[in-house]
Structure formats: C-alpha cells, structure tokens
C-alpha cells in the first residue's frame, strides 16, 4: 500500500499479521506521495490516486484497513445520494476500521496506533481517512480488520432505528424487511439481543435457515402480515410494503422506513392509519450533525460494542475485495443474493 511520506515512520503490519499491533519486524510499506482511493468516474468505478486527506480540529488520521459497502455507496455511483457539504465529492465509503496514524489538534480521545473504527460522511473506501474522534469507536478486541470494517454503518443504523426512533423494547414483537442485508442482520440480532419477539422477511430461499440461526422467525416476503401484528417494523425494501406494514401493524405500532431500494412512492389509507394510532417515520444517517452522530456513536459503544464480547453479536461477512478490485466489489453487491457484508480490504 502507498501512503504518504510524512507517515513514513509509522510501520504497519501486512492483513495476515497480527491485527492488534501496529509495529512489526517486517520492512516498511513503500511510501509515494499520494493515497489511493475507490474513485467515482463518469458513473463508473475505478482506483486513483488522491492528495492524502489531513487531520482537522479534532478529527483523526486513519490508515484504513477494511471499508464496508452499503446501499447508500450504491446510490451515490447512480448519482442519486450526493454527499454533504464537506465530504469527499468522488470517493465513497461511510464507515471505516483501521489504525490512527496522526491526530489534529484538541483531539485527544485516542493516540497513534489506536484501532478505530467509525462513520464518515464519505471518503472511507481508501488507504487513509479522517474522521472525528467523537464518531470514533474503539475496535473490540474480539473482532479482525474485516469484521470491524462491517460493523459501523450497520449496527450504528439499526440500532439507531429500533431504539433511537421506534422505542423498541424487551417482549415486543419486531418485523425485519430484507434481513439478509448488512442493516438487516443487525437488527435481527440487535432484536434478539435487547428480548424482542423478531420475524424477518427474507427473499431468497438459501438464506432463510442461516437467518433463522440467529434466533428469528425467517419468513418469505409474501404474505407477512399474516405472521404479525407487529409492534415495530423495520422497513429496509421500500415503498412496495407500506401498505401491507399497516395492515400487519398492531394498535400504537411504529413503522421505521431507512431503505426504499425497491420503490420510494406508494399510497396508503390514511384511515388505518389512524384506527391503529400508528407512526410512520423514516430516518438516515449520513447528513445528521456532528452531535447526532457522536450521541449514536456513544450509544453503540454503551450498547452494541459488548454484544460482540458476549458472543449475542457478529459480522456476517458475504465477501472481500482487496482496494484495486473495488470496481468487482461493487458488481458482488449490484448482484444481490448477498448474506451479509462486502467488506474491502487495504
């Protein structure tokens, strides 16, 4: 991997090597004067170099050592998810795991040779990344490079999700859409974890028993309202559900849409609504404020982080691509029939 010459005194260990030491006996990595990055281009993508990204107030410089894939990445190579003000205009990539290589001034959470791991509003699928210390989380002990590059965006949405926006709490009954996905697997094991009652929708036949594994009630999309009602629906599919979601809903239930991969318009009648005294509410991410992100943030440490100790969590990882396949990364994910994350490797 290249990086920058004004880090050259910081030596890495190669992906096989030992991922909580940041020194190793092995030479160097060869330095040059630029990063390299996943590069959005005419709608396409490639790897290209970039000028290395500098640590701001607060925020902290990552050698990134695995950079999930998400819908949102697949939306903004379509050109229909711009990213805020701030981040990087070409170069995808919302969350990150990897080591702290320089810290900007007044940041003083974490030290050089931290393991990290977080979200960004952008820029994470690359050799190096900033982010603020405040969205940093600690790597846990119990997870690789490749799991944690997995863990922030998911796990951070979906609990946000459940108990952030829908209230979800111990003995209700929760309804997972597309739970094969990244945030899907999250929320069903988050489910389980917090003693929810939880049934998953899940498309592909193959995938059902292993989704069923964690606990669940893994069902076909067709017909669900018929397994329900339901306190909190997690909708990951999109508009095509939402009426279905209100029949299957049980008085006072809440509906929390943050996927509409299969549609984003509908109709509805607003008097079952009503009838149910229910709430529809939808949620992202990516363009909250640097607050909202640090309360989430502090959340999954409090929260999600302990699961993977405990063994109630883990990172279901469908595939890995080295950085310069990312342009393959993206066809796996376009694909679909995925179980879990893709997840890049630097």
């Not at 829908?166 to 009954?173: K, S």
């Not at 508009?239 to 008085?251: D, M, R, S, V, Y």
């Amino acid at each position: 991997m290249a990086l920058s010459k004004r880090y050259a005194h910081v030596r890495f260990l190669p992906l096989s090597g030992d991922p909580h030491n940041v020194e190793s006996d092995s030479p160097s990595r060869t330095i040059a004067a630029a990063m390299r990055a996943v590069t959005i281009r005419d709608g396409q993508i490639v790897v290209a170099e970039h000028p290395d990204p500098e640590p701001q107030d607060g925020q902290l410089l990552v050698r990134v050592r695995a950079a999930g894939l998400n819908g949102a990445d697949m939306m903004q190579l379509a050109g229909h998810y711009p990213p805020p003000a701030g981040a990087p205009a070409d170069i995808p990539g919302l969350e990150l795991a990897g080591e702290v290589v320089a810290c900007g001034r007044r940041a003083g959470r974490f030290e050089a040779g931290d393991r990290v791991m977080g979200i960004v509003a952008g820029g994470g699928q690359a050799e190096l990344a900033v982010i603020h210390e405040r969205t940093a989380m600690p790597v846990p002990e119990e997870l690789d490079w490749t799991a944690a590059g997995g863990v922030p965006e998911v796990f951070t949405t979906a609990h946000d999700a459940l108990f952030t926006q829908a209230g979800l709490t111990v003995g209700e009954r929760l309804l997972v859409h597309g739970a094969a996905g990244g945030v899907g697997m999250a929320a069903v094991q988050l489910g389980v974890m917090a003693g929810a009652r939880v049934t998953a929708t899940v498309r592909h036949e193959h995938a059902r028993g292993q989704i069923g594994a964690l606990g669940v009630k893994a069902i076909e999309p067709q017909g669900f309202a018929e397994a329900g009602p339901f306190d909190a629906i997690l909708e990951l599919v999109g508009a095509p559900n939402l009426a279905e979601n209100l029949q299957a809903l049980a008085t006072g239930g809440r509906i929390c849409v943050i996927g509409v991969g299969a549609g984003a318009t509908t109709e509805i009648d607003l008097r079952m609504l009503m009838g149910k005294r229910a709430r529809i509410h939808g949620s992202t991410l990516r363009a909250r404020s640097l607050e909202e992100k640090a309360m989430a943030a502090r959340l999954v440490e409090k929260m999600v982080l302990p699961g993977f100790a405990s063994g109630d969590l883990s990172v279901p990882v469908a595939a890995t691509f080295p950085l310069e396949q990312a342009a393959q990364a993206y066809e796996r994910f376009k694909a679909g029939k995925k179980l879990g994350k893709i997840v890049l490797t630097a």
